[in-house]
């Protein structure tokens, strides 16, 4: 019997996720909960020191050792360690797709349907999300794993929406395309790497908690649960196990996430380097070790991700002191900007660097957001938009990129398909440095606009953003709602790191006294005028009135007395207060499941009060 603690009944009505095997490996994973804890709590220690000490990240000390390895700084970033060669499976991912395998409130015959699209969409990997575009209400973390399971094993379930699914796709494709995509759609399930992606470091697990009652880790969890339920049938059709790791921000940490891998390859019997892992870059400290992270991971290392959103927002929390540092409006900040195409060049110099074998890494590109709904011309613009993105990447040495829907699949993969190279591994760049320059071009800025155009949106959309992840959408089509009956102005899809990166734009606006590029005639403001503390009011409050407004499509109806309040109140809080939030999905997290705008403020006070005593990030399920 295992003497981990899970709430309500979900042991038995998730029985086929929670098996024996499941649960009898993770509780011999648990105690590496607390390895993780005690990480945790340095990352926030380095966060309060950096800010007490007005202190700018940098590089490490060649001669430090790499915590939780027996490997130097130096060692790493000489390539003196050994990696893995790169799977046949992930020698050619010219497009991988990112979603969720599972839907909110509904049933296991209409949420399956994610996977379906995901597997015949013709992606040459698909990353099933459990993390930030996996709405987290009630237990869709446990729907996501339940039908990931059904479909790796090829249950009938899965296959009857499958067959319907792929008929869809067929219409659809045939519309847009002129031609179908899917020809056999039983083949087709079994084209695309199937990949996941596990909840970050700083998560806990709603569900699960160890013997002592302390939250287990979501990562863990996810992991666990993941490979023990499927790596007999993935390997049994010669697959690789893979997975996508968020949110490292550290060596020690990429180090403790190689123990927890080896760890469940020892239990598992399996060959030390058997699960293969992806890392996004999502974090700035990370970007200062780059080697040093590919080598604490070792032989589960394939390659790095360019994470956009994420990263941007990490930039801002990290010079949260830095009243000199200010982002512009969010569309501004493209991969070409300042500090984001510094941060790119270093990814790609960092994968093509030989290890001790002369094996090199992957570099998957960053997200494409754009969906091709809308009028025909706003459809072309943005498409246009999005091909030219990715001929971008592809020139700057991506071996491939991310989609965030199916039907950008066939529009985006002829980039690398005309090209025709499997990947881009060993292509030359020149070799890393480590200097102050380098050091100053990551947190680099650049002249742009800062609007109140730009703050409009940045309100609009993380509103919607936080009433989407209450309503159970981790991941939504949203635009500001200024062009809600605009068909010409596209949707894009916005996950959990955009909604992080519009609060921290509007926090730094309003707390480094940022200043307006452009005049504007409905505020009256003026060029060089302070974003003010009694602006942003203005705009949250007819921002929300223009959601309050809005139709179903846009904002649903059962939201505007539920969960879109406890959006606001959660906006403003965050913004308002002086002392920066880490993460907005914290304040989101602990409302899940709660419909109670009273409810919410005593919860976000309590979260408030225990960040600004001690430090504490409160991670938690509330309702365990």
Known sequence: MTSLQIRDNLEQTYSDVFTPEVLSTLSYLSDLNNERLAIMKKRME???????????????????????TDLTVQDARSGKFIGPEIPADLQCQWIQGTGPGAKPNTTIERSIRNVAYALLSGADGWMFDGEDALGQISTMSLDNQRNLKLAISAEDIFLQAAEQVANEMNKWSV?????????DWQKQLNFTTKIFRARGLHLDDRHIRDEKGVA???????????????????????????????????????????????????????????????????????TFQLMEIRAALGVHFVGYNTGRWDYINSVADAVAWNNNFINPNIESITMTYGYMKNYEDRV?????????????????????????????????????????????????????????HWKMVHIVRPVWAEIGESNQLGRN??????????????????????????ARNLISVGLQYGNAFGQGFQAAALKSADFF???????????????????????????????????????????????????????????????????????????????????????EVYVLDPVKVPWYIDLLNINLNNHDLKIAKDRIRFYMNKLKSGGIRITENLDF
């Open 175 to 183: 519309s847009f395309l002129g031609r179908e995509t899917i020809n």
């Open 429 to 454: 760049f020149p070799p890393l440095t480590y200097t102050q320059v380098d050091a100053d071009g990551l947190t680099m800025l650049e002249p742009a606009p800062r609007t109140i155009h730009g």
């Open 216 to 286: 287990l880790s979501a990562s863990l969890v996810d992991v666990t649960a993941y490979v023990v339920n499927n790596y007999k049938n993935l390997q049994a059709k010669d697959s690789s196990i893979v997975l996508y790791l968020p949110k490292i921000q550290t060596a020690e940490e990429a180090a403790l996430w190689n123990n927890i891998l080896s760890t469940l390859e020892a239990y598992l019997e399996l060959p030390i380097g058997t699960i293969k892992v992806y890392v996004l870059v999502e974090q700035l400290e990370a």
């Open 348 to 404: 790609r110099r960092a994968v093509n660097t030989p290890d001790l074998n002369g094996n090199f890494a992957l570099w998957q590109g960053g997200m494409e957001p754009n969906i091709p709904v809308g009028t025909e011309s706003g459809v072309a613009d943005s498409m246009a938009k999005a091909v030219n993105g990715a001929k971008r990447e592809q020139s700057a040495g991506a071996s491939g990129k991310w989609v965030a």
């Open 485 to 571: 009956d605009d068909e010409n102005v596209m949707y894009l899809m916005e996950d959990m790191a955009t909604g992080e990166i519009r609060l921290s734009i509007l926090w730094e606006w309003l707390h480094k006294n940022g200043r307006l590029t452009e005049s504007d005639e409905e505020t009256g403001t003026q060029v060089n005028q302070v974003f003010s503390m009694e602006l942003f009011q203005r705009l949250l409050r007819e921002e929300y009135d223009k959601l309050l407004l809005a139709d179903h499509k846009d904002v649903h109806e059962n939201s505007k007395d539920t969960t879109l309040p406890i959006a606001k109140e959660i906006v």
């Open 46 to 68: 380095r966060r309060q020191k950096r800010a007490e000490n007005l202190e700018m990240i940098n590089f490490l000390n060649p001669d430090d050792k790499i915590d939780g």
